[in-house]
Structures are given as structure tokens and as C-alpha cells.
């Protein structure tokens, strides 16, 4: 039998909020399909109703991640062939946010907790002052540098164990995006950062699975950032104890 004329059993969550279950359909199978290509097809010629999140299709905005087979991913760079099970496929919203309907989950939290943890840049000068200089080799910038690839995709969101049993818990993304300010010589109040992600829900509650850094995408180490602030902000707090 020809790739063309073999169909995968696809398994699709349908509902809002809280309700609703797997539907499955018969998709047609394709050289080089993607996961995105998969929902498309249904999208597009089996059920016009289904929501879903995409936006370039390249790996370079992270709208499309959803659950596959239990794993959070980037659905426009996951073939198809990577992760059938028993050529069955089972894609549902991303874990740890709330569902709007469908396959598209609420980004809110995850940007509530960003900002909660100090993720917005505050300089520290205006555009009027001459521009700060930072050689390539000081090492805060190094840690920096390690974190700012990151897109906000929430796929380190869904894949941490401490956020679902721990719904305060800030998550890696925003720990991440913490100790990148933390070690940013250009934010104007880096200590403000770090009392940010000191108390409850922040650095503390992590409990070191990793499930952050071995599913991103952009091959990034959030657990390193999160250990980076457990220790800083341990520094910090028998420094003010003296």
C-alpha cells in the first residue's frame, strides 16, 4: 500500500474549559507530514469548527505548541513518523492552562506569572543617556545570553510537573526570563527582580525534574536559571541577615 492511500487514526481534543473529550478522525498519511499538517487537514477538510493556534509554521514563534501523545511540542517542526504510537496519534491543548476550546489553550497565566516574576525590562537609563556598554565576555552578560532566545512558547509550562501540582508556582519561563533581568547590567533594579521570585510560587518550589529544559525546543536550560536564582537569592538573604 502506497503512502497515499494510508490514513492515521488521529485522536483530537474537542470541547471548552473544563468539558470535553477525544474525537478521532482518518487523516491521509504524507511524506514529511507535520503534527500542524495533521490538524490543518482536519481544520480544513473534516470539521471546520476546530480551533487551534498557529501562526508562522517555521519554529520561530511557538503559537502552534500542543500536547502530542502526552509530550508538549512545536506541531509545525514534529513529523508525524517521530512520534506515531502503534500509527495512532493523540493531540490535545497544552497542559497547565486553561482551554478556550479545542486545541487552543489560555496564554493568560503564563503571562500573568511573567509579570509577576519581573519579567518586564525596566532600564536603567533613559534614551537620552549615553548607551551602556557591555563587553561580550562580562560574565553576567554570559548568563544572560543563555536565556534570551526564548519565545514564550509555554511548552516547558506544560511539561513541569511542580506547575500542576502547584498552580502559584511561577513556572520555568518565568524564572528563566528572571535570572536573564538579574544578570542584565542595564536593568535599573535587579534585586527588585530577584525578591520577585524569592517568596511563595517562585525559585524555591522548584523541584529539580528538569522536564523544562529536556522538552524545549530551543534547546534551552531553564533549570540552570531557576538553580542560578536559588542561589543568589540565598546569598541575598543572609547578606541582609548580617
Given at each position: 500500500m502506497s503512502d497515499r492511500s494510508k490514513l492515521l487514526e488521529v485522536s483530537v481534543w474537542r470541547g471548552t474549559g473544563d468539558e470535553g473529550a477525544y474525537e478521532t478522525f482518518q487523516v491521509p498519511a504524507r511524506d514529511n507530514q507535520t503534527v500542524l499538517d495533521v490538524v490543518s487537514w482536519i481544520?480544513?477538510?473534516?470539521?471546520?469548527?476546530?480551533?487551534?493556534?498557529?501562526?508562522?509554521?517555521?519554529?520561530?514563534?511557538?503559537?502552534?505548541?500542543?500536547?502530542?501523545?502526552?509530550?508538549?511540542?512545536?506541531?509545525?517542526?514534529t513529523h508525524v513518523k517521530r512520534v506515531l504510537r502503534d500509527?495512532?496519534?493523540?493531540?490535545?491543548?497544552?497542559?497547565?492552562?486553561?482551554?478556550?476550546?479545542?486545541?487552543?489553550?489560555?496564554?493568560?497565566?503564563?503571562?500573568?506569572?511573567w509579570i509577576r516574576a519581573g519579567g518586564v525590562h525596566r532600564p536603567s537609563r533613559s534614551?537620552?543617556?549615553?548607551?551602556?556598554?557591555?563587553?561580550?565576555?562580562?560574565?553576567?552578560?554570559?548568563?544572560?545570553?543563555?536565556?534570551?532566545?526564548?519565545?514564550?512558547?509555554?511548552?516547558c509550562y506544560a511539561a513541569c510537573d511542580t506547575v500542576a501540582g502547584n498552580p502559584d508556582y511561577l513556572g520555568p519561563a518565568a524564572l528563566q526570563r528572571a535570572w536573564t533581568l538579574y544578570n542584565d547590567a542595564k536593568v535599573e533594579d535587579r534585586q527588585a527582580v530577584l525578591d520577585s521570585v524569592s517568596g511563595a510560587?517562585?525559585?524555591?518550589?522548584?523541584?529539580?525534574?528538569?522536564?523544562?529544559?529536556r522538552f524545549c525546543p530551543n534547546e534551552l536550560d531553564p533549570l540552570s536559571a531557576i538553580a542560578g536564582l536559588k542561589r543568589a537569592s540565598a546569598r541575598s538573604f543572609f547578606r541582609r541577615g548580617e
Open positions: 481544520q480544513q477538510s473534516a470539521d471546520p469548527s476546530l480551533t487551534y493556534r498557529y501562526a508562522c509554521r517555521v519554529g520561530m514563534c511557538g503559537s502552534c505548541a500542543m500536547m502530542v501523545n502526552g509530550v508538549p511540542r512545536w506541531t509545525c517542526r500509527g495512532a496519534l493523540q493531540v490535545g491543548p497544552l497542559r497547565n492552562l486553561p482551554v478556550i476550546k479545542d486545541l487552543a489553550a489560555d496564554m493568560d497565566p503564563f503571562f500573568d506569572k534614551r537620552n543617556d549615553p548607551i551602556q556598554q557591555v563587553p561580550p565576555d562580562d560574565p553576567g552578560r554570559v548568563e544572560a545570553n543563555k536565556g534570551i532566545e526564548c519565545i514564550n512558547c509555554s511548552v510560587g517562585g525559585c524555591h518550589n522548584c523541584h529539580s525534574q528538569g522536564s523544562c529544559t
